[in-house]
């Protein structure tokens, strides 16, 4: 029997709030979402809905109040060391080269230096940076940075990829040279993919499934699309493909009226 990569069964996320008011908050109720071995699959959502809390308990930094994580067919313990986790935000050291800071997971695995050096050179050469291994952090612009993060998770060769809004912070041409070369390096290695945007454009152009989240709180998957568009894709000119119009559409039809009530309600969280 083949496993589903990573299978989150009925998970419910409960915080505490941090007023110690004993007040509680129901981030994510009863959720259930599987990502199949080499599947592209990501999640949308109104802005605050619960997808990086999603996404941490997929990474085993979150332990859920309720429900089950299964990582090819085992119950998930403690950190998930088959994944690798790419934050909105980087999560470069800035005291390192770009080189050292893709070694440095390669170096914790117990590889030999010149080993872990070799292979991260040949990573960032991949990612088209082969030249930039003795930049430092804030000598790269915003799409190297993100480049150097994309080297430093693939290097490590997890089964599960964990993405959570990787290319929010780049320009829209940056952002779709990095989607385009997820993609080609996606497709050579066949990974699974667990992809959190709220970019409905970016999830279609990019997955095999889009599934569709709730407004908060006690978010759950309202709706689940298989994304048929013709492989290899180029993100750009996916956009213009009949299909793709029809299936935004749909999905929108899904997902418009949760976006009104997740700014409805950041503007009274505001107020
Ligand atoms: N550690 C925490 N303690 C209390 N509440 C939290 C905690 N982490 C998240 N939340 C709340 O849970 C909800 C979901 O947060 P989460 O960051 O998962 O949303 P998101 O969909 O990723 O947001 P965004 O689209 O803005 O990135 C939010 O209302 C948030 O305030």
């Not at 996320?13 to 199949?36: D, H, I």
């Not at 770009?98 to 440095?104: F, G």
């Not at 070799?118 to 088209?128: I, K, T």
Request: proline share 5%; with cysteine.
């Amino acid at each position: 029997m083949q496993y589903d990569a990573l299978e989150l069964d009925q998970v419910t996320v409960t915080f505490r709030s941090p007023q110690e008011n004993g007040e509680r908050y129901t981030a994510v109720a009863g959720t259930t979402l599987k990502v199949r071995a080499g599947e592209f699959v990501s999640v949308v959502g109104p802005t605050g809905c619960g997808k990086s809390t999603l996404l941490n308990v997929a990474a085993g930094l979150l332990e859920p109040s309720a429900g089950d994580v299964r990582v090819f067919g085992e119950r998930l313990a403690g950190i998930n060391r088959r994944a690798g986790y790419m934050f909105q935000q980087d999560a470069l050291m800035p005291w390192r080269s770009a080189l050292d800071n893709v070694m440095v997971g390669l170096q914790y695995r117990g590889l030999p230096d010149a080993d872990a050096r070799s292979q991260a050179q040949a990573w960032l050469e991949r990612v088209g940076l082969g030249g930039f291994g003795d930049r430092y952090p804030h000598q790269l612009s915003g799409g190297m940075r993100k480049r150097t993060a994309l080297a430093q998770v693939l290097a490590l060769d997890p089964d599960i990829i964990l993405m959570d809004e990787p290319f929010s912070a780049l320009d829209v041409q940056t952002r779709q040279l990095m989607e385009n070369e997820v993609l080609a390096l996606w497709a050579a290695k066949r990974k699974a993919v667990l992809f959190i945007t709220h970019d409905l454009d970016e999830a279609i152009a990019m997955s095999d499934r889009v599934v569709v989240l709730s407004a908060g709180p006690a978010t759950r998957p309202i709706g689940e699309f298989e994304i048929d568009l013709p492989r290899p894709r180029d993100v750009a000119e996916v956009r213009t493909h009949p299909r793709f119009v029809e299936l935004h559409s749909q999905i929108w039809a899904v997902l418009r009226d949760e976006v009104l009530k997740g700014y409805a309600q950041q503007l009274k969280k505001a107020a």
